[in-house]
């Protein structure tokens, strides 16, 4: 009985997509917003050490590498149809040019996914030209679909 309740629990999230759990489209800015500066966050801590900035502490670098690559999935359901609100920086690109739009989404998942992996490898070698990737990643999306 347990089991065919969360299963219909689960079934029921799959059939519902995250814009649909949006109120209002400020929300969906909020969240997406939120995700940002998370991201934002956890990836300066690794870029600070792939970087020289600060020095390299493996075990602090994967942690941050686990956190990043769950935040990457979120902001993306995040940019509902109708969310073009506010003082959002979000270029109308978003919605005009979505294939775009997800593609770049979905290297920037990719790149963390390896990003992930080299933490977990330990190698600050490996560490630096995954944090490069990805922060080319974040500057693609930034040129084509945030505002200045
Ligand atoms: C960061 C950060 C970004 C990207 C971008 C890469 O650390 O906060 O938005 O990297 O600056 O060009």
Redesign the pocket.
């Known amino acids: 009985m347990k089991h065919a309740v969360a299963a219909a629990t689960l079934a029921l999230f799959a059939a519902f997509p995250a814009a649909a759990q949006f109120a209002k489209p400020t929300d969906a800015v909020k969240y997406r917003e939120s995700a ?1 500066k998370l ?3 956890h ?2 801590r690794i ?1 600070a050490m792939a970087q020289g900035k600060v020095p390299f502490d493996a075990k602090a670098a994967q942690a941050n590498a686990e956190v990043l690559s769950v935040l990457a999935k979120l902001p993306w359901d995040a940019f509902p149809a109708g969310s073009n609100v506010g003082n959002t920086e979000a270029k109308p690109e978003v919605w005009s040019q979505p294939d775009k739009f997800k593609t770049g989404a979905q290297q920037l998942m990719d790149n963390v996914a390896k990003l992930d992996a080299a933490a977990k490898a330990g190698s600050l070698d490996q560490l630096k030209a995954a944090a490069g990737a ?6 693609s999306c ?1 040129e084509a679909f945030k505002k200045d």
């Open positions: 940002f991201m934002a966050t990836f300066g870029n990805v922060g080319k990643s974040c500057k930034h």
